[in-house]
């Protein structure tokens, strides 16, 4: 089977940059790059997709999203502010009667009077009310691009590009794909062509108003939001990438080849910063801020915790093997006494949608489906966490739990070496919850550091002055993809 290092080939010899729209001259691979490369690895290891695509709304549903978008859109009252951060909806937790937002709120609360927040909604739905303000809508602006793309009619050397970069990848990238993905992959970036004129007016006029000193930009690294990162830098603003979930050795996200990475012309479409959870998620020395959402937490948690009584086993999908994992976790159910331990399935917040589809089985066997929003409060309420090779496991040892992981070859390639006792079935890991493996308690500072407030505060300082990062605060310049 293919790996990552064998997919970034393509990239070697830069002929991927060779194809771009007129509009900007605007690169054409990083607007598919992430996906092509996530479809060959879910190809080659018989991976699923975790997110499913928005369903029909109802006309209430159309109505209510229609309004908020507007009055929520991001020109409202758009005064100067000097940090802007574009983050998807999916990271909002509910915590009392509003909706938190676990990657931003806390850095945007420390600097409230400076600070925006743009974000998407959940396919379609907002979750409100928001424990922070102001937030506004980032679909005003996809929306805006949509209706471009209508008006808009790509140039005879725009298509002629598409075609050649299509027709390029299907002769030399590694993995075989059916000539109907390639189709599909050229409809793709001929429409998100389309919409860059239209988009490039809109954030322009946004970045006029707002005049932003530094924007984030979640799952900027991802590319096909990397014309954000390349119009604000255009305007002398600075860029950054909040991590947010798993930096791995085989995620495409954050693994470049090493003559992409040093391409002048590639990195305009990438963030200057990348911003770290700890020293662990990184081989280079990384810029360090924290994970406050973790660290504030886990300060009240020994309050949190769940009083003795039967173990709880959570079992966290990271949505890539749902039929492996539900198989492991009904063979499970049967292998333990219900009357000594209780099993709860997490599903990625993703695959929520699809919960009825990947995992009825499970809640019919008397395991719990938990849907909550909130991981934190499902670790806190559990005794021992296990599953696929996902932040959630990383995040549980902060809890000082015992946790266990999936032993599949795409779980080995995320991550090297033995921080997690692994499993491949039920009764290995029956044996682990058992105690029949010795568990081992990593440095928790090593892999979240928790002193995010001052480091926080130091990176806005210096962004805002022009100062260079102190010594372990440095750009991402080739592979973020770390952990060992």
Request: with cysteine.
């Amino acid at each position: 089977m293919l790996t990552l290092t064998d997919l970034l080939a393509i990239e070697e010899d830069l002929q991927v940059l060779e194809f771009a729209f007129e509009h900007d001259d605007f690169l054409m691979w990083p607007l598919i790059r992430a996906y092509v490369l996530l479809e060959a690895l879910y190809a080659e290891y018989g991976l699923k997709n975790a997110h499913a695509h928005s369903g029909h709304l109802s006309l209430q549903e159309l109505a209510s999203y229609v309004a908020t978008t507007v009055r929520e859109n991001p020109f409202r009252d758009a005064s100067p502010r000097s940090i802007v951060m574009f983050s998807s909806g999916i990271t909002n937790v509910q915590r009392g009667d509003t909706y938190f937002n676990r990657l931003h709120d806390h850095f945007a609360l420390e600097l409230q009077q400076d600070t925006l927040i743009i974000e998407d909604s959940v396919r379609r739905h907002y979750l409100r009310p928001r424990r922070f303000q102001p937030v506004r809508s980032h679909d005003w602006i996809h929306i805006q691009g949509a209706f471009g793309a209508r008006l808009t009619r790509l140039s005879s050397r725009d298509r002629a590009n598409t075609l050649g970069l299509i027709r390029y990848l299907k002769a030399h990238f590694p993995h075989n794909f059916e000539p109907s993905f390639w189709d599909a992959v050229q409809a793709m970036l001929v429409e998100r062509g389309k919409r860059l004129n239209a988009q490039h007016k809109c954030y322009d006029a946004l970045f006029e108003r707002l005049r932003p000193r530094v924007v984030f930009v979640e799952d900027g690294s991802y590319g096909v939001r990397s014309y954000v990162f390349k119009w604000a830098r255009a305007r002398g603003i600075a860029t950054a990438e909040l991590q947010h979930g798993l930096v791995s050795l085989n995620h495409p996200a954050y693994n470049y080849a090493s003559a992409l990475a040093q391409s002048p012309r590639y990195r305009q479409h990438l963030p200057e910063f990348f911003l770290t959870c700890g020293r662990y998620w990184k081989e280079q020395p990384p810029l360090v801020i924290g994970n406050p959402n973790l660290s504030e937490y886990t300060k009240d948690a020994a309050a949190l915790q769940r009083e003795k009584g039967k173990t709880v086993i959570l079992i966290v999908s990271g949505g890539g093997v749902p039929q492996l994992l539900g198989s492991i976790t009904l063979d499970l159910r049967g292998l333990l006494s219900p009357s000594h331990y209780d099993i709860v399935f997490r599903p990625h917040p993703g695959e929520i949608p699809m919960v009825t589809e990947r995992y009825d089985q499970l809640g019919r066997s008397g395991i719990r489906i938990d849907l909550s929003t909130d991981l934190y409060e499902s670790i806190c309420q559990s005794h021992v966490v296990a599953g696929e090779m996902s932040t959630a496991l990383f995040e549980a040892l902060a809890f000082a739990k015992p946790v266990f992981a999936l032993d599949n070859e795409y779980g080995r390639l995320q991550f090297a070496g033995n921080l997690f006792p692994r499993f491949k079935d039920a009764k290995e890991l029956g044996e682990l919850v058992g105690g029949k493996s010795t568990v081992i308690y990593p440095d928790v500072g090593y892999i979240w550091e928790s002193d995010w407030r001052s480091r926080y505060s130091e990176f806005i300082s210096e962004v805002k002055s022009g100062q260079s990062p102190r010594s372990d605060l440095k750009p991402a310049k080739s592979s973020v993809g770390g952990g060992a």
